[in-house]
C-alpha cells in the first residue's frame, strides 16, 4: 500500500535532476559489517550493505529511521515540478508476521501533502518495491526532500529506500523587467511631491507642438541655471590655467645638484669605470 502527493497538473516531468548519491553509495559499508552509519550527500540515517540490501542492482541502500534522512536536489528552482522516484522494501531484519514499515516523504510548500508508504510484507529478508514515485512543485530552490520511518512496532528495524532519482519541468525563465517597474515615479511613487512635479511638466510639454520654441520653453525654461553653471565651470578651467608653473631648468638643477656633488667631490677619473662626470647632470 502506498499514499503519495498526486502529481502536480502540466506535462510529465521529463528533465533529469540531480540526486547526490541516490544508490547511497558512498562511503562503501566495509565487507565485514552489514551496515554503517553516515551517507555522504545526505543528512541522518546510514548505509546498508549490498549484500544486505540484496537489491537486483546489487547496490548499496539506507535505512530511514524515525529520525528521518534527508537531501537536497541541487539544479531544482523554485516553480519546477518534480518527480522522485525510488526503490523501498523492508529490511532483514523485520520478521515474517512484523507489521509491514511504514514511512513517508515530504517537501517544503503548503501544496505539498506529505506522502506515506508501506514496503512490501515482512518475512525476514528483503523484499524490494520497485519504482515507487512522489511528485511535488518546488516551493524554494534546491528543495529539501526528507524521509521519515514511522513504524511503531520495532521502530528500530528499519525501512529501507535506494536507488532515488528526479526528473524535473523547469519553470519559464523570469521575464526581463518592463519600462514601468524601471520608473521610479510608478506605482505608489507617482503621488510623491517630485513625481507628480514632473508629471504635471510632461502633461504641458505633450501639448506644445514639437516647433514650437516658445511653448516648450514656458515650460521647461530657459535653461538660464544651467548655462550659468557652465560658465563657472569653464571660468574656472580658465583661471587654473593662468597659474604659473614654469621655472627656470638651470635654477632647479642648481637645487638638485647640492647632494650628489657633496657625496662626488673626493672621486677622482681614475676612481670608477663611468666618471662621475657621466653620473649625474651635474
Partial sequence: ??????????????????????????????????????????????????????????????????????????????????????????????????????YTISVAGTANSPGAFTTNPSAGRTDWFLGRTYSFTAAE??????????????????????????????????????????DPCAGEAASSPQCSSVADNKGEIDKCPPSNKECLASVAGDGKAEKDGIAKETQAVEDFGKIPRDQDPNTAASQLCALPNALTADVKPGDAVVPPSDWWLC
Wanted: net charge neutral; glycine share 10%.
Fill in 141 to 182: 530552490d534546491a528543495p529539501q526532500i526528507t524521509f521519515t520511518g514511522t513504524s511503531t512496532e520495532r521502530p528500530n528495524c528499519t525501512p529501507l529506500i535506494t536507488n532515488v532519482a528526479a526528473k524535473q519541468t523547469a519553470p519559464p525563465l523570469d521575464s526581463p523587467p518592463t519600462p514601468q517597474q524601471n
Fill in 1 to 102: 500500500m502506498a499514499l503519495a502527493a498526486p502529481a502536480p497538473a502540466g506535462a510529465e516531468d521529463t528533465e533529469p535532476a540531480v540526486v547526490v548519491n541516490g544508490t547511497f553509495s558512498s562511503p562503501t559499508v566495509p565487507s565485514n559489517e552489514p551496515f554503517a552509519s553516515g551517507i555522504d550527500g545526505w543528512t541522518g540515517g546510514g548505509r546498508v550493505s549490498a549484500t544486505r540490501a540484496a537489491h537486483r542492482l546489487g547496490i548499496q541502500a539506507a535505512y530511514v529511521p524515525t529520525g528521518s534522512i534527508r537531501t537536497r536536489l541541487r539544479g531544482v528552482r523554485t516553480g519546477a515540478t518534480v518527480t522522485l522516484s525510488w526503490d523501498d522494501s523492508p529490511d532483514a531484519c523485520a520478521a515474517a508476521g512484523l507489521a509491514n514499515r511504514t
